[in-house]
């Protein structure tokens, strides 16, 4: 069965006026035998619809469990994540599972794409996960974002650079309304870091998207409408 197919329509309906990503009071507790670890602390904070947002902090700080619960891949342990008015911890499998297919696209640091698919097969395989059809969708996506030569080349054929903005054409294709980035820019050099920040910009200003991308980049720092530092689980600055 279709990812797609499972997916319900939560009883309230969204509207515009929900931001695209409200914390409120979020506290993470882990726990491993008798030690426990807090990763984050009442976090509170929301992003609005079309932001672009990056999250600053030093290891441990809590920035990948902030986006591990953005993308409903972990529960807190209290308080509340919501993600276009909807509490994320209400929701069940099958709703889950389609706002990951057809929400939200997440975009890691590298190991974005399936080695053995080419990037067109890679942008066709989420098109069909969203339940969303078309090769001339995939096809004008990579031409967007500069890569319509490199349609049948696989991962290892890739830069970089190449590998991301193929990621970041799949989420512009779905037309995901969140995307989510931990070090999107994390292992390239200056050249493809300008380059990535141009997609992540359009995503934003031509596509709509909320961006939120976990950073250590001044770049990417420089290029958001707003950055939110985390410092031992809290907000240190917003």
Not at 66 to 85: E, I, K, Q, T
Not at 132 to 153: K, N
Request: proline content about 4%; cysteine-free; charged content about 25%.
């Amino acid at each position: 069965m279709e990812v797609a197919s499972l997916y319900r329509e939560p009883e309230a309906p969204v509207t515009i006026e929900w931001p695209a990503l409200t914390f409120r009071d979020v506290f993470k507790l882990y726990r491993e035998g008798p030690v426990e670890t807090v990763a984050l602390r009442g976090l509170d904070f929301e992003v609005a619809r079309g932001e672009m947002v990056a999250v600053l902090g030093p290891s441990g700080s809590g920035k990948s469990t902030l986006l591990h619960l953005a993308a409903g891949m972990d529960v807190p342990s209290a308080g509340d994540v919501r993600a276009f008015g909807r509490s994320l911890a209400r929701l069940d499998e099958p709703e889950l599972a389609g706002y990951r297919a057809r929400e939200i696209a997440v975009v890691f640091q590298s190991d974005n794409l399936w080695l053995s698919l080419t990037a067109e097969e890679n942008v066709l395989v989420s098109l069909e996960l969203a339940g969303v059809g078309g090769g001339r969708r995939a096809g004008a996506a990579l031409a967007e974002f500069g890569l319509e030569g490199r349609r049948g080349h696989r991962p290892s054929q890739l830069s970089g650079g190449e590998q991301q903005r193929v990621a970041l054409a799949a989420a512009a294709a779905r037309e995901a309304p969140l995307v989510l980035a931990d070090e999107p820019t994390g292992e390239l050099d200056g050249k493809n870091e300008r380059v990535v920040l141009d997609a992540l910009r359009r995503l934003r200003d031509v596509h709509g998207a909320t961006v939120v991308a976990v950073t250590h980049s001044a770049r990417l720092a420089e290029a958001a409408d707003r950055v939110i530092e985390l410092l031992d689980g809290r907000v240190r600055a917003d």
